[in-house]
């Protein structure tokens, strides 16, 4: 049974500069960081120059370990539902790589001084549920005294190495499917400047991925990815780069939260997605699609849904790959 979290002197979202996986280093400026700095290792079956989700490691016996790690600053002003929602964004990644959670371990930063232990406890409790639902075990962590508090998982599962979801194994011909609908960006952005309340944005951060994961094995699938800080957009642009191909986007299909687009037309865009539309614009061929409309599909999401190039049952086709063009995206 849940139990309503403690109150904050001030609303959490008010102690961080940026909320959730909007708060990322931009795709841009991390890709120039990392290059070169991943690999070495030949049974590393993924997590490599493309950047994937998880890290992905053949262990022999037809195993390979999963292992990912995720946190963010307060993305809602309840310190359980954050909780639940940082775990489940943290979860994702192995999800989005076709993996089984299995163990989990806490990344907490708390202002010891500013904000009651009590409060800090909330979202470990969070995260804790959250995990279970997964059926995985949390055992412990790390924590910091931090000015800003930080919160996720460091997470260790197990796939099949010969069923995989990879950025890389998209091909041309096949549809593309997205599992949950977009626009929690710039619905968390109205959240943190108002303290307006979205249970259906809340929900939806916390649902986790684990059966459109399992359907998009089961229906064959090989190419996914989750939709998080970089928005659509940008995680799309990653797979298509390192599939080779050219991702077309039909954008009257793709789905939006309720009270998005006037949250875009009342000014509350988080700066990451403006970046996110400033790094994918240079390689998009956008047909007639206005400004308001890239700023949603460029939307700078915190646990989103995963991206699977196949058919979902109950996900909608959002468009489809095809081959390399002169850009990599095109929005229609």
Known sequence: MRVTSLAPAARLTQYAHGGGCACKIPPGVLERVVT?????????????????????????????????????????????????????????????????????????????????????????????????????????????D?????????????????????????????????????????????????????????????????????AALERGAACATDVSGFGLLGHLYKVARASGVTAVVDAAAVPYLDGARAAVRDGFVPGATRRNLAWVSPHTDFRRIGEEERLLLADAQTSGGLLVAGEVPGAPVIGELVPRERRTLVVR
């Not at 993305?75 to 299995?102: C, F, K, N, T």
């Not at 460091?154 to 626009?183: E, Q």
């Open 36 to 144: 070169g700095l991943t690999g070495g290792d030949d049974a590393l079956l993924v997590g490599g120059p493309d950047g994937d989700d998880a890290a992905v490691l053949r262990i022999g016996g037809g195993r390979a370990v999963v292992s990912t790690a995720d946190f963010f600053t307060p993305v809602v002003d309840d310190a359980y539902d954050w909780g639940r929602i940082a775990a489940a964004d943290a979860l994702s990644d192995v999800y989005a790589v076709g993996g089984e959670p299995l163990m989990a371990v806490n990344l907490l930063g708390w202002p010891v001084d500013a904000l009651p232990a009590e409060l800090a406890r909330e979202v470990l409790r969070g995260g804790r549920d959250a995990a279970a639902l997964a059926g995985c075990a949390i055992a412990g962590g790390h924590s910091i």
């Open 146 to 214: 931090d000015p800003e508090p930080k919160y996720g998982l460091a997470v260790t599962g197990l796939a099949d190495p010969d069923r995989l979801l990879r950025l890389d194994a998209g091909r041309s011909g096949v549809p593309l499917s997205l599992t949950k609908p977009l626009g929690l960006g710039v619905l968390n952005a109205r959240h943190k400047a108002t303290g307006e309340v979205f249970p259906e944005a809340v929900e939806t951060m916390a649902a986790l991925n684990a059966g459109a994961a399992v």
